[in-house]
């Protein structure tokens, strides 16, 4: 029997088919195009990244001034109360500077970076916080630490310590009822990574058609609380007639529920909103492959964790502890405030504000697994019908969230640029923020890194105690480069990982600048010895200083790839040479590829820039309002500085109607509308938009 012809497994793999891929490129195609593709993409992630840190700051003070003017007009604060506690804008245009003390650049530079790459510290402290700490974690926690929302290696490492933090809330938790209900760090940042990029892409697929269609009919009334009905129904009534209707001014819930106009008023509201449901279930039954892998994935905890500490858990309590992360901390604000979302341009009447509010109860209720009933909310249990007629369908859908690969199998990272990032990085950050994480650490010092033998702990030695923060208009920003030291002299794994793309592109760059093969030199240059010594003799006539360094870097990295086994330089570098091969072949997908993340990042950016130019409408029309309060207040001293009597705080008298124009209130449905131009002084609810 004849021995099989002897393959040559390493001719594909040659450094003449390297010559020859490249040369096949045109000159933008030579790695140009990818590299500033590339580069752009950067660029966009890191615009997202500062934005949305913007937006937050924004929205932090909205919901702050939201608080305060809800205080001032129970009377629990005086005015000038007020004033001192709002916050100074000004942060959002700081400017950033570099901390001029190196030991202590170089301190606070390896605390983030071990804050950053060991989830464990983030979760222990998410746990340990107050109330009050909570902003100021979650926004170093989200914005900062993990602020590049597209970046594979960052959203690994977020993720996982949501898992650890999960983890000790299930530990914890007394019972099933009482997971992930209250406000806690954890909730509030579960909340928070829903807003970020892909979470807004995705709502602004699924739900923008179906909410500006609902929003667009402004005489749409889907009201089915038969005293609101049997109210409304009077005054058409008499406006339209010009007569003084005889019907009881003030009839119980049951005797409004028991009129025949009503009803028939209500039943066609009822079938509306029983098809309105459908269609909402059916769009997101529909966006399963779209929904973002991070929020299927907290989803896939969820249902882990319940499972291990409640087995005998029911398939109910299941699925509402799944929707009530899905749908009541993600879907449903982007329905109750679309406009906040930017899923809907125009501006909200009461009626349609109504509208979306029932069908967040709806799916409220979807969530939980609850029927409608009681006295309080008798008036929807028609709608227990449309209930059980999509309850099946909605917790088959919440349950194949929960389908999705591994953390690791699905965040398949380009781990020779993602391990270079760990050893080191940038992240911008303000001075307060740096001394309020230093302050929380060495607080809960003894939970967070309870190992003496723990870096962080040395670290923070050499730190000293937290400084005091600093006023507001000293509070800048700082581009803090993040160090890993304890890996500065390991040739580990990763570093070697690192070291053979940086050698690759080294190859590549050498290969496309070096003078066209001939014949008879194909067969040396496949030599990379006598490679190296053609480029470094092509570099000294050229004055390439580029090619000299692709040299030197390749001379030196390859006796430490060659002694840490990935190299072997019997089979002429073959590893190199292979991986080089591949990336040129793919280089068109991959350009491809760059082009479509591009377009995909622009969107996000257009999406985050009108969300904050929204933000600064609803803050202008606070600030409004408080310059309204100032005005009356400085009028109304003057006129009375002449007598004798002591000043009165509060309460002051605004028209209903024009707060309502200003966007401070969104619905006084106790005001009659006759009423509403009148100043009376009256308890209203504020409702305000966070994002």
Same mark, same amino acid.
Request: charged residues 25%; aromatic residues 6%; glycine residues 4%.
């Given at each position: 029997?004849?021995?099989?012809? /002897? ?49 937050? @700051? ?40 570099? *901390? ?23 979760? @222990? ?6 109330? #009050? ?42 019972? +099933? ?92 509201? +009822?079938?509306?909103? #029983?098809?309105? /449901? ?15 892998? #991070? ?100 917790? #088959? ?19 020779? *640029? ?54 507001? @208009? ?30 690759? @592109? ?186």
């Amino acid at each position: 029997m004849e021995n099989p012809p /002897t393959r040559r497994p390493t001719l594909r793999y040659s450094v003449h088919n390297l010559y020859n891929l490249i040369q096949g490129l045109d000159a933008e195609k030579a790695g140009d195009a990818l590299a500033e593709s590339q580069r752009r993409i950067m660029e966009l992630k890191k615009e997202i990244s500062t934005q949305s840190k913007k937006n937050f @700051t924004l929205e932090r003070e909205i919901r702050n001034l939201d608080e305060k003017i809800a205080l001032l007009i129970r009377n629990r604060i005086t005015f000038e109360e007020l004033l001192s506690s709002s916050s100074d804008l000004s942060i959002l245009h700081a400017r950033t500077i570099t *901390l001029k003390d190196k030991r202590e650049r170089e301190s606070y530079g390896q605390m983030f970076y071990l804050l950053q790459s060991h989830p464990k510290y983030i979760a @222990t402290l998410a746990r340990l916080v107050k109330i #009050g700490e909570i902003d100021n974690l979650l926004q170093t926690v989200m914005f900062t630490l993990y602020g590049n929302q597209y970046d594979e290696l960052e959203e690994h490492l977020l993720l996982s310590m949501f898992q650890l933090v999960l983890q000790e809330e299930f530990k914890q938790a007394p019972g +099933i009822g009482s997971l992930l209900r209250a406000n806690t760090a954890l909730t509030r940042m579960m909340t928070t990574y829903t807003r970020r990029g892909p979470g807004q892409q995705y709502l602004k697929q699924v739900l923008s058609g179906i909410l500006g269609n609902i929003c667009s009919q402004n005489d749409l009334i889907l009201e089915i609380n038969p005293v609101k009905v049997y109210e409304t129904y009077i005054n058409s009534y008499e406006t339209t007639t010009g007569q003084t209707c005889t019907l009881n001014r003030k009839p119980t819930p049951e005797e409004a529920a028991a009129n025949e106009e009503i009803k028939k008023l209500i039943a066609p509201r +009822i079938k509306r909103l #029983g098809e309105i /449901t459908d269609k909402f279930v059916d769009a997101l039954i529909g966006s399963i492959e779209h929904v973002p892998y #991070g929020i299927r994935w907290i989803c896939k905890q969820i249902a882990d964790l319940t499972q291990q500490k409640f087995p005998n858990s029911t398939q109910a309590q299941l699925c509402s502890l799944i929707g009530g992360f899905y749908l009541l901390r993600f879907i449903n604000p982007a329905i109750v405030t679309p406009q906040a979302f930017m899923l809907v341009e125009s501006k909200l009447g009461n009626n349609t504000r109504r509208n979306l509010t029932l069908l967040a109860k709806i799916l409220q209720n979807l969530a939980n697994n609850m029927q409608f009933g009681g006295v309080k909310e008798f008036y929807m249990e028609p709608l227990n019908v449309v209930l059980q007629k999509n309850k099946e369908r909605l917790n #088959g859908f919440l349950l194949s969230l929960t389908k999705v690969e591994s953390l690791d199998a699905h965040l398949s990272l380009d781990k020779y *640029l993602a391990l270079g990032k760990t050893s080191e990085s940038i992240i911008n950050i303000s001075l307060n923020e740096i001394y309020c994480i230093h302050e929380l650490v060495l607080q809960h010092q003894h939970l967070v890194c309870p190992d003496s033998g723990d870096p962080l702990n040395a670290v923070l030695k050499s730190l000293g105690n937290a400084p005091k923060q600093i006023p507001k @208009t000293e509070n800048l920003n700082v581009d803090l480069r993040l160090y890993n030291f304890a890996a500065k002299d390991e040739h580990n794994e990763e570093s070697n990982e690192q070291l053979l793309i940086e050698t690759k @592109t080294a190859l590549l760059y050498i290969i496309k600048m070096m003078p066209q093969l001939t014949p008879e030199t194909q067969s040396q240059h496949n030599d990379l010895s006598y490679l190296l010594t053609q480029a470094t003799s092509c570099a000294l006539k050229t004055s390439d200083e580029e090619m000299k360094n692709a040299v030197s870097l390749i001379n030196i990295s390859f006796p430490k790839l060659v002694s840490s086994g990935v190299l072997s330089s019997t089979d002429g570098f073959l590893q190199l040479r292979k991986e080089a091969i591949q990336e040129l072949t793919n280089y068109e997908e991959k350009v491809a590829k760059a082009i479509k993340d591009i377009e995909r990042l622009r969107s996000v950016v257009i999406s985050i820039k009108e969300h904050n130019k929204f933000l600064h409408q609803q803050y202008d029309a606070y600030k409004q309002y408080l310059n309204n309060v100032r005005e009356n207040c400085s009028s109304g001293k003057q006129a009375k500085s002449d007598k004798p009597k002591k000043n009165r705080v509060g309460p002051f008298k605004y028209s209903i109607s024009q707060l309502e124009k200003d966007g401070i209130i969104t619905e006084a449905s106790v005001v009659p509308e006759d009423k509403k131009t009148q100043c009376d002084t009256i308890f209203l609810k504020l409702h305000a938009i966070y994002i």
